[in-house]
């Protein structure tokens, strides 16, 4: 009986999971964005820069660590909104009711605030929602008399300078399985990138510990680099094994480092990736032609048929990544 | 401060060490070249999976499959921990 009750739970789930990845193929941001704390002053150098022109620049937008590279190792970037296109009034206002088209679209003239505080000019820069921690505004902000936002969002004309909080998400209808499979879903995927941001700050405060200051870093860095060059030099083809792995955690580490997680497409519409569209080629097998292996064509050709294959593909792989959890689970509690 | 001299002075002493010691062959080019086409391989299956099953879909699962293999080891330590409890009173 238990075991049957605990089939149906999985089932249910696992089909609400699959629910909610095909009802929203891009990442939905349906969280706050946290205060910025720690930032670099970047007012002074800011506001002194040339560049700087108080009618453009509105926001002032903060990687999520700073720890890995970003930009070049700069921390934040400053964007100039464009008038056509006001990206943050339409997520403020909850229109578009997915913010991460709006963060994954390209800025233009940005200026990156480096570690120092001073500015960089990048022109063009394409970020994703991924990279955000928080959204700080540098002055007031004014919206025109076309701004139809929430009304139970607080007036945003009163947004000063500090941290624009998204506007609450509305209460799931008890009979709307997809908004409670999608809270849910929200729930476990935040929980779990907070959980990963919790582990890196501990670990990065447990290196503090032992390597005070940040000038030492360099000391480190540039010590660790010479004794890895002179021990690749000596020790050869010794070091292959370890390249090999590393070569392999690099190849894998594709599928977290990626800031878009929108989905992919080969047919109309969507972010398509020539690399997989253009399917798998072998060269120079017709005379100069090249015969290619065009799976992807079948999304095009036959969307219908695309569209239930892949269903069933995730919805299987859901399952058996809930099953390989809850074998997990019994393992260890069981033994 | 004083570990940061003894690290640097730990890792020098090694780097005289290994500058000191005969250097042995380097790695065949066949070799490297065998592992970029295999990275080469593995990447477009990831790209591959991607497109099939959908980027986000792809991080929950390295994610969960992560979560599988620490499970244990975590589990094992944060018990070893509360054991060390004697309020909890945990065997």
């Known amino acids: 009986m238990w075991s049957r009750i605990k089939f149906l739970s999985i089932t249910l789930v696992a089909l609400g999971l699959t629910t909610v990845i095909f009802s929203s193929p891009t990442s939905a941001w349906d969280g706050d964005l946290p205060a910025c704390e720690n930032v670099p002053d970047y007012t002074t150098a800011l506001q002194a820069d040339p560049r700087y022109n108080a009618d453009t620049i509105s926001f002032v937008v903060f990687k999520r660590s700073w720890s890995g590279p970003f930009l070049n190792g700069n921390p934040g970037i400053a964007l100039t909104w464009n008038a056509e296109y006001d990206y943050l009034k339409i997520q403020i206002s909850g229109q578009s009711g997915n913010v991460s088209n709006v963060l994954n679209s390209q800025v233009d003239n940005a200026l990156i605030i480096n570690a120092d505080g001073t500015l960089t000019d990048t022109g063009n820069y394409n970020f994703g929602v991924s990279d955000v921690t928080c959204i700080t505004a540098v002055h007031n902000v004014v919206y025109d008399s076309t701004y139809t936002g929430s009304t139970s969002y607080p007036d945003p004309l009163n947004v000063d300078t500090g941290t624009i909080d998204a506007p609450p998400s509305e209460p799931c209808d008890w009979w709307d399985l997809v908004c409670v499979a999608q809270k849910i879903y929200l729930s476990v995927s935040s929980g779990f990138t907070n959980m990963l941001n919790a582990f890196n700050e501990f670990v990065t405060n447990i290196g503090e510990i032992f390597v005070p200051g940040a000038d030492n870093e360099d000391i480190f860095t540039t010590t660790f680099n010479d004794l890895n060059t002179t021990m690749r030099a000596k020790l050869g083809f010794l070091t292959y094994p370890f390249d090999f792995i590393g070569g392999i955690i690099n190849t894998l580490m594709t599928l977290v480092d990626s800031d878009s997680k929108v989905e992919w497409h080969c047919g109309l519409g969507g972010q398509s990736q020539n690399g997989v569209c253009a399917g798998i080629c072998a060269p120079n097998v017709l005379g100069e032609n090249s015969v290619c292996l065009d799976i992807a064509g079948l999304e095009k050709k036959f969307p219908a048929l695309w569209t239930t294959i892949i269903f069933i593909a995730r919805m299987v792989l859901v399952i058996g990544l809930i099953e390989l959890l809850r074998k997990k689970y019994y393992s260890i509690v069981k033994a | ?91």
């Open chain 2, 1 to 91: 401060m004083q570990l940061v001299f003894m690290v640097v002075g730990a890792m020098t002493i090694l780097g005289i060490g290994f500058a000191m010691m005969p250097a042995l062959p380097p790695v065949p080019p066949e070799l490297i070249a065998f592992q970029n086409g295999f990275n080469d391989i593995l990447l477009n299956a990831i790209q591959f999976l991607r497109y099939f099953f959908s980027p986000m879909l792809m991080w929950l699962a390295l994610g969960v499959i992560s979560t599988v293999f620490l499970a244990e080891p975590i589990y094992h330590a944060v018990m070893w921990v509360l054991r060390k409890i004697p309020v909890l009173n945990i065997k």
